[in-house]
């Protein structure tokens, strides 16, 4: 092999790499809003292995869904809950890092709602309990 391929060929072997093996953030579940949800709720569905306590329940090192918002969207309410256990919610993104737990007020399921800023936010789905935790994310354009 000539010496001027070598670089050349290491190069594609170190871009099949990086295309057989994505990275972390590239695996996370992305859901892109424009101006609304689509349908309306947006519901999904998933497994929280809990890690360690994150002072907002036993949160899991991964994000659960990444939401990329195109512009300033007036209300959104995200709520999460659980199939055993109290489900928490925590979501952190351009303006900040925010932790719900259930409560009397929301139904005994977590819920941040509000104004929400153009930007990435990244939504991550804990229990108060430790362990394997089944949950539902609901994204919803609508007040209750």
């Known amino acids: ?25 590239s695996q996370q579940p992305r859901i892109q809003l424009a101006s609304g949800v689509q349908p309306d709720p947006l519901l999904m569905q998933g497994k929280s292995a809990g890690g360690p306590d994150a002072g907002c329940g036993y949160m899991p090192t991964a994000a659960a869904q990444v939401v990329e918002i195109a512009s300033q969207i007036p209300y959104l309410r995200f709520t999460a809950s659980s199939d ?37 936010y990244s939504i991550f789905i804990g229990n108060r309990q430790p362990g394997e935790h089944t949950y539902n994310l609901s994204i919803s354009a609508q007040p209750q």
């Open 84 to 120: 055993r256990g109290e489900a928490t919610l925590l979501i952190e993104g351009p303006t900040g890092r925010f932790c719900a737990f259930a409560d009397s007020y929301t139904g005994e399921n977590p819920e941040i709602s509000g104004m929400w800023a153009a930007g990435t």
């Open 1 to 25: 092999m000539k010496a001027t391929t070598r670089p050349l060929v290491a190069l594609i072997a170190l871009l099949m790499t990086v295309a057989i093996h994505p990275t972390a953030n």
